[in-house]
């Protein structure tokens, strides 16, 4: 029994479990694409006012916004030659998709750099000065991390300025907290925008990727519980087989204890906590085992609720299969029995 259990998970882990553990680094990756992203891109000379984020803000299931103005040409204010880049003004609702600091001690006056930005402005050391095209001066104060779905900006340097001060803004990115919700923010999103021409405004969603996400997860997810469905459906008709033939070997003990006293109740508590016993260790060393071979292959390894479901499902199966037999055991005439040779 504690072998039969063992296998049926380990069988489950290898198979569908695996399957399970290539489907959250697919997921996983079409979510670092930015399945979860609107992006508002206004022309030359229609940029959108800064009030717009905090109407934009007032839709609940949005995640992360950020405010972007037109660009401004900045160089390294060490090095006299023709390398400019842009640089924007930014509002940002939280830091943290950014890495940006929680308080910045002079906004308007130091800004962030990605690594490519870094790079063109010939700053190794992540700091020094930046001569913008309008005679401003910024400070770097260190890297910026550019999610995915900024790539577009690349290369970026950002200063982080209040939602007044942004300035018009040229590009607004939004995240929502979940891909099926991008679809619906970007409907309500559009009349808050307040544009006057919607012809110089491109929105353009992750839409495409949030449903080829949903469309994989669910595919994976069917065939994966058809699979374990099987496999624990074998085990349940296995183990009652097995649980049966070993009632029938014991009717004598059984019976013995039915005639000293022993209720049908107790017989089938007991005979259900020996498999339940039997089956959480079988399924402990079958989900231990089998993930322990994945990563020596270096296979997709499921996560940990999804081996802790196994291992439980495992022993609610074997419970389940213990059933029958159990109250065959306990309906056992002990008078009969202990006739039995």
């Known amino acids: 029994m504690f072998a039969l259990v063992a296998a049926s998970c380990a069988s489950v882990i290898l198979t569908s479990g695996r399957t399970d553990g290539a489907q959250e680094h697919v997921v996983a990756s079409l979510d670092s694409a930015g399945t979860r992203s609107i992006t508002v891109q206004a022309s030359t000379g229609s940029e959108l006012d800064p009030a717009v984020i905090g ?38 609702s939280s830091p943290t998709p950014l890495h940006l600091p929680r308080s910045i001690p002079l906004p308007g006056k130091e800004g962030w750099s990605s690594q490519s930005a870094l790079f063109d402005l010939g700053l190794p050391d992540k700091v020094g000065g930046i001569s913008l095209s309008n005679g401003k001066n910024i400070d770097v104060a260190g890297e910026l991390v ?5 790539n577009f900006l690349q290369p970026l340097t950002v200063v982080p300025v209040s939602a007044s001060d942004v300035g018009p803004i040229s590009v607004l990115v939004i995240t929502v907290k979940r891909p099926t919700l991008v679809s619906a923010v970007t409907r309500a999103m559009l009349p808050l925008l307040g544009t006057t021409d919607p012809t110089k405004i491109t929105i353009s969603t992750s839409q495409n990727l949030a449903e080829l996400r949903g469309l994989i997860k669910e595919q994976l997810a069917a065939s994966s519980q058809a699979l374990v469905a099987i496999i624990f459906a074998v085990t349940a008709a296995v183990l009652a087989a097995m649980l049966y033939g070993l009632v029938l ?23 259900t906590f020996q498999v339940a016993f039997l089956a959480a260790g079988g399924a402990v060393a079958g989900v231990l085992g089998s993930e322990l071979t994945l990563a020596i292959q270096q296979q997709p390894i499921p996560g ?17 299969a213990s059933v029958i037999p159990a109250v065959v055991a306990a309906r056992r005439d002990p008078v009969a029995e202990l006739r039995v040779p």
Do not use: C, Q
């Open 55 to 92: 109407r934009v803000r007032r839709i609940r299931d949005i995640a992360w916004l950020g405010a972007f103005s037109a660009p401004i040409d900045g160089h390294n204010s060490a090095i006299r030659d023709d390398t400019n880049l842009p640089v924007r003004n930014m509002f940002a």
């Open 146 to 150: 550019t999610p995915s779905y900024l």
């Open 249 to 271: 070997m014991r009717r004598k003990d059984f019976g013995r204890r039915r005639a000293l006293g022993a209720t049908r109740s107790l017989v089938i508590g007991l005979v």
């Open 304 to 320: 940990v609720s999804y081996a802790t479901a196994v291992a439980v499902l495992a022993v609610i199966v074997s419970i389940a």
